[in-house]
């Protein structure tokens, strides 16, 4: 793949209508990539201190979002902690939107990128 880096702001960059900020406590599900679309992956780590956070910036910057389809390819798996989240790493959710971009499959995309850690599995 090829980066380009700057220090200049995606909003400075890209049209609003162009910029999809993925964040998962987006209602609107990622159904596909659009190839004229920007996607601004966050980069937040403490999904309990940063609730909702990267979906308050992205409507206070009237962007569109979206979120993975986790919920509605894989399941809950039971554990120990009774831990579930849809909270990824940047690299994790790079990972799933690079093999669905290869793929066309959410679910191989799904396995690619979300460790079992996480408290979903694909269904058998």
């Known amino acids: 793949f090829q980066m380009d880096t700057t220090q200049e702001s995606y909003l400075d960059l890209f049209p609003l209508d162009a910029i999809v900020y993925l964040t998962p406590d987006s209602e609107n599900v ?11 992956l966050g980069g937040l780590v403490d999904e309990s201190i940063h609730k909702k956070l990267t979906l308050q910036r992205a409507q206070e910057q009237s962007l569109q979002t979206a979120r993975l389809p986790i919920r509605e390819y894989m399941v809950k798996t ?15 959710v790079f990972d799933v939107l690079s093999t669905y971009y290869e793929t066309r499959s959410w679910p191989a995309a799904l396995k690619a990128g979300v460790s079992s850690g996480k408290g979903y599995v694909l269904p058998d």
């Not at 039971?78 to 994790?92: D, G, P, R």
């Open 78 to 92: 039971v554990n120990t902690k009774n831990y579930h989240s849809e909270t990824l790493a940047v690299n994790q």
């Open 30 to 40: 990622l159904e596909d990539i659009d190839p004229n679309k920007v996607y601004v």
